[in-house]
Structures are given as C-alpha cells and as structure tokens.
T-cell receptor, first 114, second 114 residues
Framework: AQSVTQPDIHITVSEGASLELRCNYS??????LFWYVQSPGQGLQLLLKYFSGDTLVQGIKGFEAEFKRSQSSFNLRKPSVHWSDAAEYFC????????????FGKGTMLLVSP | DTGVSQDPRHKITKRGQNVTFRCDPISEHNRLYWYRQTLGQGPEFLTYFQNEAQLEKSRLLSDRFSAERPKGSFSTLEIQRTEQGDSAMYLC????????????FGPGTRLLVL
C-alpha cells in the first residue's frame, strides 16, 4: 500500500528566509510524486510533479523539489519565502498502473512571520 | 476560466437529509475523481470515473455514498441520510487519459451536517 508522511504539522518561517518541507513516501514501484498547495477555503493547486528523469524539479512560484530514491523522500524547497506563501502544503504519491489515485500526506501548514 | 468547477461551494444540512454535489471537469478531461478532506487531513480518495464508467468505487465510505457521471461530462456525488461525521470538504479532480496524468482540483464543496 502506498503512503505519505509529512512529519511537520506546522512550520513558521520568517519572510525572506529559506524553506524546506519534508515528505517521505512508501510505494512499491516507481512513484509519481506531487506537491500541492491549498489556501484557506480553496482547492488544491499543483506546485510541481516528478515522473522521471532529472531528480530536481522546478515548479511554480519559485518552488523546487528533489526526489531521493534512496531516502524515499521528495522534499519541497524555496530559497526565499514571501508572506503570500502562507498556506497548507500537501505531498502526494501516485502510480502509472491503469489509473492513478493519489495518496496524500496530512499536510504541513506554513506560517510566515514578518 | 476553464478549470474544474464545483457546485455548491458550501452546504449546510440537517442530519438525515440527502445532499448532492456537482462537479464539472475541464472539458477535454476523460478522468474524474472525488476526494473527501476532513479537518487536519489530506484528501482521501473516494471514487473514479473514466468517461461515464465508474471504474473504482470500493473506497466510497459507505453505501450512503454514490456517484454518477451519466454522459461522461459532469459528475454528481450524493450522500443519503447524512450524518454529522459526513461534515467535510468534498473535492473533485479531473485529468486527461494520458498515462502520465496530473489531477487538477476544483475549489471543493464544504458540507456541514448539523
């Protein structure tokens, strides 16, 4: 069974500081990995995805993530956080067999302090 | 805007009543997914359609939950005899038929059962 662990429920970062959100996954085959962001009361917006190839993937809004197979991790990073980045971030794993349902982590709430 | 739309955005109902939610996917997307998100959790997969065929429904939470996609376009999710535990955000997503699929989410319907 596939699963995702996001060990940090909340993270507070000062505006302008760097950010890293952790994600560990469990999946029996080659995983497809995603990061989504959810603002209060809103649906999920895709930040970036990894299917294959270069293990460092670039996304929207200046985010990037690195796939590390040996560590079963897909951590999200941003070099300089803006106040508008405050939101909840979800890591998800899926596969490519037939159809692909996504399994999500419980999310990490990012708070940005002035 | 040609994204995924959901209606209504909010629904308050009394315990025991039936509710129905609608999802309109991105027009060229063949696949449609329903998820439920409770407070403090990531989205949880419920069911999946490819065109009008419901290919996976074993994860629907109980026999009170049902979904349809009669013409392979919009979909409805119905909850009969609602319970307070059904209070949650119900999210719809759609994707193309391509193997390497990305799911695009709608804004969700927030249900409150009193």
């Amino acid at each position: 069974a596939q699963s995702v662990t996001q060990p940090d429920i909340h993270i507070t970062v000062s505006e302008g500081a760097s950010l890293e959100l952790r994600c560990n996954y469990s999946y029996g085959a080659t995983p497809y990995l995603f990061w989504y962001v959810q603002s209060p009361g809103q649906g999920l917006q895709l930040l970036l995805k990894y299917f294959s190839g270069d293990t460092l993937v670039q996304g929207i809004k200046g985010f990037e993530a690195e796939f590390k197979r040996s560590q079963s991790s897909f951590n999200l990073r941003k070099p300089s956080v803006h106040w508008s980045d405050a939101a909840e971030y979800f890591c998800a794993v899926g596969g490519n067999s037939g159809y692909s349902t996504l399994t999500f982590g419980k999310g990490t709430m990012l708070l940005v302090s002035p | 805007d040609t994204g995924v739309s959901q209606d209504p955005r909010h629904k308050i109902t009394k315990r025991g009543q039936n509710v129905t939610f609608r999802c309109d996917p991105i027009s060229e997307h063949n696949r449609l997914y329903w998820y439920r998100q409770t407070l403090g959790q990531g989205p949880e997969f419920l069911t999946y359609f490819q065109n009008e065929a419901q290919l996976e429904k074993s994860r629907l939470l109980s026999d009170r939950f049902s979904a349809e996609r009669p013409k392979g376009s919009f979909s409805t999710l119905e909850i009969q005899r609602t319970e307070q535990g059904d209070s949650a955000m119900y999210l719809c997503a759609s994707s193309t038929r391509a193997g390497l699929e990305t799911q695009y989410f709608g804004p969700g319907t927030r249900l409150l059962v009193l």
